[in-house]
């Protein structure tokens, strides 16, 4: 089970970590594990949620000229959390 990239999150939503700290951290321990087949242990559940967490993480930008669909600080969070509480991990 993947309990420290789900735990990287949770510290995040708790604002122990700056967007650009958890954004950089998590991509790299995801793909860690994603290349050492760590990832295919998980629970479904867990599995796409830590998926769609990278996602987000992927889109984050902490330029003020940032997409229209690239996140900032406190939209990174907020959607964090959101996927925490949809699949309750």
């Known amino acids: 089970m993947s309990t420290t990239i789900l735990a990287l ?15 950089n951290a998590y991509m790299e321990l995801w793909r860690f594990e994603r290349d050492c087949n760590l990832l295919q ?3 479904d559940n867990l599995s796409e949620c830590l998926s ?10 902490p330029d003020v ?10 939209q990174l969070r907020d959607k964090v ?3 925490i509480e949809k699949f309750k991990v």
């Open 65 to 74: 000229d940032r997409e229209e669909y690239e996140l900032d600080e406190k």
């Open 9 to 23: 999150a949770k510290s995040f939503s708790k604002e122990r970590l700056t967007a650009d700290e958890f954004a």
């Open 41 to 43: 242990e998980d629970e």
């Open 81 to 83: 959390i959101e996927l």
């Open 52 to 61: 769609s967490i990278f996602c987000l993480a992927d889109l984050f930008n």
